[in-house]
């Protein structure tokens, strides 16, 4: 079913604006980001103490949540394991006796007749953390040389390869900057999310790829600026279609999904309207200009040859 028919915009012309779009927002979010001095890491990268609790009687999962948050306990990670409770927080060593206190108090004021017991204490030191940063790196550059491999053996073109890259690269730092933004924690689920977003958004850019491929060869004396736009037209009812399924689930996890998951849909809310704007208004611009510099340059160098 076609809901649209005969699209006919002109990508290609407008190329220049849809640039100016991601540059704007680029320097927004490093405002924003020198502003709020960084990122707010989460224990799993700056280290912090990790606490197993218990209780007599059975507890929800959210009203301890709510309790801890009430002791001040601002920047924690909340995880149930059979009948045990256990708490991550960003606190310095220095500092574990007056975690300990403040937890005991906070559970001793809300639940009198249900005694709580710590079971486990522990410190968790930012070596684990370099150890995490190492492997989210690792991770990232992986992904990305993946890709590119893929990509430039597919459609026989590094340029391509290179340009999906690019796509990318701006969807994952802009929903980075946008986490930045609100504040909110960066731990092992951002790191998953933001893979998921680069992989939503290879997959996007490599169907309008697959398209041009498809046109170049059938409409071989077209310009090439006249392959784009049909390539894009043609397939932009599907990425839009695609694109709003996507983001619809993502805003429902956003709301109603929870705590546990409300930074990971976050980031797919944000990524998800980045993956398209990239594939088409970033990726296949960039290898329309190289190849048009690149004819000009050919044409500057065959007529200094003829002088």
């Known amino acids: 079913m076609q809901l649209i028919h005969d699209l006919n915009i002109d990508f290609v012309s407008n190329r220049r604006k849809f640039f100016l779009v991601p540059i704007i927002l680029l320097i927004a979010l490093a405002a924003a980001y020198i502003v709020k001095g960084g990122p707010n890491y989460s224990i799993d990268f700056t280290g912090g103490i990790m606490m197993q609790i218990s209780f007599e009687q059975p507890i929800e999962m959210q009203t301890v949540r709510q309790v801890v948050d009430g002791a001040g306990i601002n920047s924690f990670e909340l995880q149930k394991s059979d009948d045990m409770y256990i708490i991550r927080a960003k606190y310095d060593i220095g500092s574990q006796a007056k975690f300990e206190s403040d937890i005991n108090n906070a559970f001793e004021q809300n639940f009198d007749n249900n005694k709580m017991t710590i079971e486990k204490m522990e410190f968790v030191g930012p070596v684990v953390g370099e150890y995490l940063t190492k492997q989210a790196l690792y991770a990232f550059l992986f992904a990305f040389l993946g890709m590119v ?122 990524g998800t309207v980045l993956g398209v704007y990239s594939s088409i208004f970033v990726c296949v611009p960039l290898v329309y200009e190289y190849d048009t510099r690149k004819k000009i340059r050919s044409k500057l160098a065959a007529k200094t040859n003829r002088k």
Do not use: P, Q
């Open 149 to 270: 491999v893929y990509v430039a053996f597919r459609f026989k073109s590094s340029l391509w390869g290179v340009a999906s890259i690019v796509g990318i690269i701006h969807d994952v730092v802009l929903s980075f900057g946008f986490l930045v933004l609100v504040g909110k924690e960066v731990d092992i689920t951002v790191i998953a999310a933001m893979l998921t977003v680069a992989g939503y958004s290879i997959n996007d850019t490599i169907v309008l790829f697959d398209r041009m491929r498809e046109n170049l060869r059938i409409h071989i004396k077209d310009d090439f600026a006249i392959v784009i736009n049909k390539s894009i037209n043609s397939v932009l009812l599907r990425s839009i279609v695609t694109s709003v399924t996507v983001f619809i689930v993502a805003c429902a996890l956003f709301f109603w999904g929870g705590e546990v998951i409300h930074t990971f849909a976050y980031i797919m809310v944000i």
